[in-house]
């Protein structure tokens, strides 16, 4: 049996920390609270909702338009 008190965190490779929620972030001395059932937080520190991901990480600066037709290609 499983004990309903410990949470499931995943650490996304490149990405942000997946926690099972509801969630109380204490960050800075504020505290940040969500009710959904998972909750990303932002291991980048880019989010403008930081400490929740916005998928900021994802963005990329390409370094010429060659790499980009390929990428987009895919």
Do not use: I, W
Not at 25 to 47: I, K, N, P, Y
């Amino acid at each position: 049996m499983t004990d309903p008190n410990v949470r499931r965190v995943t650490v996304v490779p490149n990405g942000p920390v997946l926690v099972e929620g509801p969630v109380s972030l204490e960050v800075d001395g504020q505290t940040h609270t969500s009710d959904r059932f998972v909750v990303a937080v932002c291991a980048c520190r880019r989010s403008k909702r930081y400490p929740f991901c916005d998928t900021s990480h994802r963005k990329r600066v390409r370094s010429d338009d060659s790499s980009a037709d390929q990428a987009d290609s895919r």
